[in-house]
């Protein structure tokens, strides 16, 4: 269906994310940090990406952002998933340029609705 990056610094996280995703026919790059996950989105211009804010580095908020001013994949959408459950860090989540905002942990079904409304 979709080739998406997954940017995810939680082994666990990464794995059950890319198990749900390739379960439900998607393409899976994964990145454990948000300057390796840019390189592969620059590299192989996904249909989206899934961005944890807390990564060694570089944060989802800055890596969301940096996306949203690189004309070349800012029309990429991006839904951060986070354990940073406040209303402010999704309006600022949101206000970095992702398309949508998750907190952790994440419903299968959800995950891949929401995934779904945008990819597909």
Do not use: C
Request: charged share 25%.
């Amino acid at each position: 269906m979709a080739r998406i990056v997954l940017i995810e610094d939680s082994p666990t996280d990464r794995a059950v994310f890319t198990q749900w995703l390739t379960k439900a026919g998607h393409e899976v790059l994964e990145a454990d940090n948000a300057e390796d996950g840019l390189a592969l989105v620059r590299e192989h211009a996904p249909q989206l990406v899934l961005m944890d804010v807390v990564l060694p580095g570089m944060s989802g908020f800055q890596a969301t952002r940096a996306m949203a001013r690189d004309a070349a994949i800012k029309h990429i959408p991006v839904i951060i998933v986070s354990t940073k459950a406040m209303e402010t860090d999704k309006a600022w989540g949101l206000r970095q340029g992702a398309a949508d905002y998750i907190v952790k942990p994440p419903r299968e079904d959800e995950l891949i609705a929401r995934i779904n409304q945008l990819v597909v």
